[in-house]
DNA sequence: TTCCCTCGTCGAAGCGCTTCGACATCACGT
DNA sequence: ACGTGATGTCGAAGCGCTTCGACGAGGGAA
């Protein structure tokens, strides 16, 4: 193996030197540094991280936590990962994988034996059983998600809230009067990770600004269950023209209902929902949505680490604008 | 921080008997043993990865490359990367991420600068650009696939010809006579990943060997190709009624396909396929399939890992065998 | 009894890197 | 001319851990 010293001798210097060279703390003569560079190049010289890690007390490598839990869109939570691993790479630091399963003894783990500089944990609930550990650790961290108190913490996630209120807004510009949002099963908005809430109130506050009708409507997140909720609001609300759906399962079964229903979609009834770009564009109607942005979060929550471990301090919240795509589910009032 | 030597005071020995105790390469009396269990417990000591990895040449880190290419069933790497996670955690490593955008450099780096003590590679293609690398590095690696020389490397992946004889014994077994092979995309058999032309060989030899007719099917990965498919078949071979399927998005299009131009499965064709049991399951008709045991492959790659690292040698080829699990598309033939 | 081996422990020497303080040099303002 | 502050480099001291050789004590074989 090849180290510094045997560098520092091939480019005549001294190995101090030449991790100054390396490293750009201290300035170094364009001269030397150009000798130093050849000579790695042509020794093939790679620093040892172990080493590096052990002197520097900095190892470069960032710690992502990915939940396991049922009812977690896979894809999004690989988009987001393979979107941190490219942005830490662009800094200069590596991932380590680490799963829910490790719990809160995997992350004191990976922070106290100075494995990772940092941490990006993933799937936030509202009173995660981590946060006061991630509060007490003497390592920056960045959350996916916004707990009930985010205190202290910085978090990242899509402003959940206003794309409740962008749906809206899209189906009161085609005229609609009377909406319903067809939202996440009930136990969603009991537990869990508060993003639905958001939802909710958002629907809720842009409607009541814009003199809408509406109304909220849990899901399970079966295709029984949105044909039920479709038959239910047919019944109910007979004059409904537009619908918001924040529940990713049911988004193509509910349609396939109102159309069973005799409800053409979007001759009689404009659907709109909130969900992977993905999935919106491959149902049988291509969805107008709001995406989640798993790959923004991900390069997001990088930087805001980068920000972090620089020394800097980053804002608590950062809320990501939402993004409407029109396609094809939703059109002018009838 | 609190170091080893803290430990060792506290526990009234030397720095190098904590150590012992704690790798136990050397005998330590159950006495000692316990009074340093009850320091390192009280003190809350943990070793400090770096100065461990520099001492020892282990950092206990596996890097796992996980491919990006399109086509990649994504639930299927995300099931894998868990289950190497988990297990790697069993024999206390760690998992660090990298994507295959890196590429070659991104695994010298990793190998060189001593990051991780060995490799995960998914996705090898048969004439993969990595393989000369993995070769030369002096840290072991495990594949995932086979690539068309595996001289020297250790590979593991499902018996995809197994599977393809698999799901044709259980077609003939059922009294089957003229059966089909709906494949991949056709560049899918040209360069890539191999395991496709093996599913072929495994389906004629099978079909060959039970005195079955048969035929294979090259098939794009959209609803319109499968359909063209279904057409050609019921047109070119009006006796059929079986069908292998080894071309995931394609599972469910074929089978509606079938059902519109008249037939009905199970009724009038058995269709089986060689897919992740989570795409089966949940098809309309669930499917007789064989699965892609990614937890298995996940597991099987770190163990033989694990073998590597403690210095004994690993089968070149690993290859799992099929289980075939029986839905509701197959039956007798009518 | 002597020799040798195993058991249990210690001290010291690194592992390969960063960083701190020191020092020499040079250019500048005064 | 002289102090002053940047600039460029070096040597040495660690970072916290593992590991090697050494050594005393005890037990069996000869």
Redesign the pocket.
């Known amino acids: 193996?090849v180290?510094?010293?045997d560098v520092a001798r091939h480019a005549?210097?001294?190995?101090?030197?030449v991790?100054?060279a390396?490293?750009g703390?201290?300035?170094?003569?364009e001269?030397?540094?150009q000798r130093i560079e050849d000579s790695i190049r042509e020794l093939g010289?790679?620093?040892?991280a172990g080493?590096?890690a052990?002197?520097?007390s900095r190892s470069n490598v960032l710690a992502l936590v990915v939940p396991l839990r049922a009812g977690i869109h896979v894809p999004v939570v690989m988009q987001f990962a393979v979107s941190v691993v490219t942005t830490a790479r662009r800094h200069d630091h590596d991932v380590l994988l680490l799963t829910q399963e490790e719990g809160e003894d995997g992350l004191r783990r990976v922070a106290d034996t100075a494995l990772v500089d940092a941490l990006i944990v993933m799937d936030v609930q509202l009173h995660d059983r981590r946060l006061p550990l991630l509060r007490a650790l003497d390592r920056p961290s960045v959350l996916i998600g916004f707990p009930a108190e985010p205190d202290g913490l910085t978090c990242i996630d899509l402003d959940f809230q206003a794309a409740g209120e962008v749906c809206v807004e899209h189906l009161a510009g085609l005229g609609h009067r009377v909406i319903a949002l067809v939202g996440s099963p009930p136990e969603v908005y009991v537990r869990e990770t508060g993003f639905a809430q958001r939802v909710v109130r958002g629907f809720t506050a842009a409607a009541d600004r814009h003199g809408l009708s509406s109304s909220v409507h849990p899901c399970e997140a079966e295709p029984a269950a949105a044909r039920q909720v479709a038959e239910q609001l047919l019944r109910e609300r007979p004059a409904l023209t537009g619908v918001v759906v924040h529940n990713e399962p049911v988004v193509e079964p509910l349609i396939d209902a109102f159309e069973q229903l005799g409800l053409r979609v979007p001759g009689d009834l404009s659907v709109t929902a909130i969900c992977p770009d993905e999935l919106a564009a491959r149902v049988r109607v291509p969805v107008t949505s709001v995406a989640i942005p798993s790959a923004e979060v991900g390069t997001g929550a990088v930087e805001l680490l980068m920000k972090k471990l620089g020394g800097a301090s980053a804002p608590e919240a950062t809320l990501l604008p939402p993004r409407l795509t029109v396609r094809e589910s939703t059109g002018r009032r009838p």
Chains 1, 2 share one sequence.
Do not use: C, D, F, N
């Not at 010289?45 to 040892?48: A, E, G």
């Open positions: 193996m180290k510094i010293t005549g210097v001294s190995p101090s030197t991790s100054y390396l490293s703390k201290r300035p170094i003569s001269e030397t540094r010289y790679r620093p040892h080493a590096r052990l002197a520097s």
